[in-house]
């Protein structure tokens, strides 16, 4: 065909499409296993970071050896044996309604909608003694679901981790809750007061001389009100009765 016939220019686009889509999907399929290995492998990273366990000298996967994974019914704070944690996958879990509940309105302090019935906790012990319990917590900030982890210490009050691996909060605003200088005044803080009630929460302003109850405040972000507002509720969902709450009292009563 001449090369200023229609049908030739196209036919030549319709290839150039068809050559270019079997590329891409192509891609997109072979390299799926890929990025799920690494979407795990960044997970182990971020729950090993947490809980203050990375390591230069080992790699990912054998410093996460040292973790273990457990699945916890969330009503009644047991752990489920019969569930792999290998293949539970909580975020999936949320979005099926025979796996999860609806949250009414006051029970959704984290803007989360629906709660896996079930959820991954993970465990560091030294020899019988357990000395770290990781969470997975998330919830709404001003733009996007925060996704993080919590480490307590082995007396499921004390903080010993705190931080996000995954949200879409403005950079140099809401996106300081990736500051390290910020994540670093979580270690130490407590959860629950006396009367058992969550009492951690991110003030406005700075924790000074002054604050009243300093063991349960952290810094409020500048320019963030709502982000900092979203933690601190998240945080109450989590470490509250429809959260771990059922679970971490079980671990305080041995
Ligand atoms: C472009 C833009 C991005 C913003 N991003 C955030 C954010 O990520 N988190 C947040 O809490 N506030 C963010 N804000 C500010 C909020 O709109 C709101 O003003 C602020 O949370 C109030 O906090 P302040 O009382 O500490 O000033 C943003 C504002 C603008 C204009």
Redesign the pocket.
Known sequence: MPNDSRTKTVLVALLLCLVCSVVVSTAAVSLRPLQEANKALDKKRNILQIAGMMREDVSIDEAFELIEARVVDLKTGEYLDSVDPANYDQRKAAKDPAASRALSKDEDVASIRRRADQATVYLVRDQEELKTIILPIHGY???STMYGFIALEGDAQTISGFGFYEHA???G???EIDNPQWKAQWPGKLVYDDSGDVAIEVM?GAVGEATPQPQFKVD???????????VTNLLRFWLGEQGFKPYLERIRQG
């Open positions: 900030g001003l733009w909060e403005t950079p605003l809401g996106g406005k409020g972000l500048a320019g963030a009100t709502l982000t900092s507002r979203g």
